[in-house]
């Protein structure tokens, strides 16, 4: 998926996905591999006893050098926008934005799409087409006033739907998708606060689905992949195994499970409820965070040679406050942001999006 973003940095938009060639050639400069000029380049590096350059000043600079985007509104998917992680790509769910930018700045909108935010919905995800560099279509999962659906922005375009009829609740809006083939979108839905919607195979609550129609207009209804899932679904592929993972809260459980053939295999549950709201998986552990316990908890991807789970651990406890969605790099480097705003206690910065290096693998710990 960070591969898919690189092309965003040239990019310099506000708007409803309006992207000019005046902004991506004057920010292509602005956002070049070090951020440097070439006349910057050719001066010398300070020594290590010269003091460090001073930040900007204004309410929105964080003093914690992790922080890498700070005064989002609430926030729901976050996507790195380069392979070492310093830059994001963040949805701000309650405006339907889609913002990229790193520390220290500034903030670009690279699409907006109108939202029904009441709840938990809003702009849930997003996908950046397979073809992004050609076509600059982006794909997002968003409440309207009569349903959930995935879209499809285009630059100085309307949105178009691609997916309708998702039901829509005053929670259990929260889902995910990203695209495991060029020609395949995987969305995953919330129960939208109907357990029975999510067993019911004539509705598109609860499920993980498959679509393979990405044009607009009248699409063929979806393949169901797996049934049965609750609320604040999230899903995280590994690129080292190929399996896909899938964490939701229930009303009796939060839990992480992989799609096998036969359908959704439960690898663990947290009875205590913590409010799993993201997964990512890296460097052969799967991350999960949460929003009530205000954690980074670890657990080990079974492989064919190391099936068996162990209990997951702890790796980062009540340093940010509440949390919401995150994702990996193959580099072991996680983002993940804050939902302070609206599941915790904000301080002047929130929400952000967080670059964090897990201290080891849970190899390591095993």
């Known amino acids: 998926m960070a591969a898919a973003a690189l092309g965003l940095l040239v990019l310099g938009t506000s708007g409803c996905a309006d992207f000019t060639e005046q902004d991506r050639a004057k920010d292509a400069g602005a956002w070049s591999a070090n951020n440097e000029s070439p006349a910057q380049q050719q001066q010398p590096r300070p020594s290590p006893t010269e003091p460090p350059v001073p930040p900007p000043p204004g309410p929105c600079v964080d003093p914690d050098p992790a922080v890498i985007a700070t005064c989002l509104q ?18 701000e769910r309650t405006t339907g934005k889609i913002v990229t930018t790193k520390r220290y700045g500034p903030q670009r909108v690279l699409a907006t799409a109108p939202v029904d935010a009441a709840g938990d919905g809003g702009l849930i995800d997003f996908a950046f087409s397979p073809t992004y560099d050609q076509d600059r ?19 100085n375009d309307v949105p178009k739907p691609i997916l309708v009829g998702i039901p829509k609740g005053a929670t259990g809006n929260m889902g995910a998708m990203f695209f495991r ?29 498959s679509v393979t129609s990405l044009g607009s207009g ?17 899903l995280c592929p590994s690129t080292t195994t190929g399996s896909l993972y899938v964490a939701d809260q229930t009303a009796t459980e939060d839990r992480i499970q992989v799609l096998e053939p036969s359908g959704p295999k439960v690898l663990w549950t947290w009875p205590d409820r913590p409010q799993i709201a993201g997964c990512a998986v890296t460097s052969g552990a799967i991350f999960v965070s949460t929003t009530r316990t205000q954690h980074i ?5 079974p492989t064919r040679e190391k099936p068996a789970i162990t209990p997951p651990a ?18 072991g480097v996680l983002q993940f942001a804050t939902v302070n705003r609206t599941s915790g206690t904000p301080v002047s910065t929130d929400d952000r999006v967080v670059r964090w290096l897990p201290p080891s693998s849970t190899e390591d710990r095993t």
Do not use: C
């Open 314 to 331: 702890v790796v980062l406890e009540k340093r940010y406050g509440a949390l919401g969605r995150m994702t990996a790099l193959d580099n």
């Open 218 to 234: 009248a699409n063929p209804p979806p393949r169901i992949l797996a049934s049965g899932f609750g609320s604040n679904v999230s």
């Open 74 to 91: 609430s926030t729901a998917a976050v996507m790195p926008g380069d392979d070492q992680g310093e830059v994001t790509v963040v949805a």
């Open 137 to 155: 279509l982006i794909y997002a999962l968003i409440t309207t006033a009569s349903d959930n659906r995935v879209v499809r922005l285009a630059p």
């Open 181 to 209: 083939s060029p020609t395949e979108l995987v969305v995953a839905t919330g129960n939208a606060g109907n357990p029975a919607a999510a067993a019911d195979p004539a509705s598109l609550a609860g499920k993980v689905l």
């Open 297 to 301: 908890e670890a657990l080990n991807e």
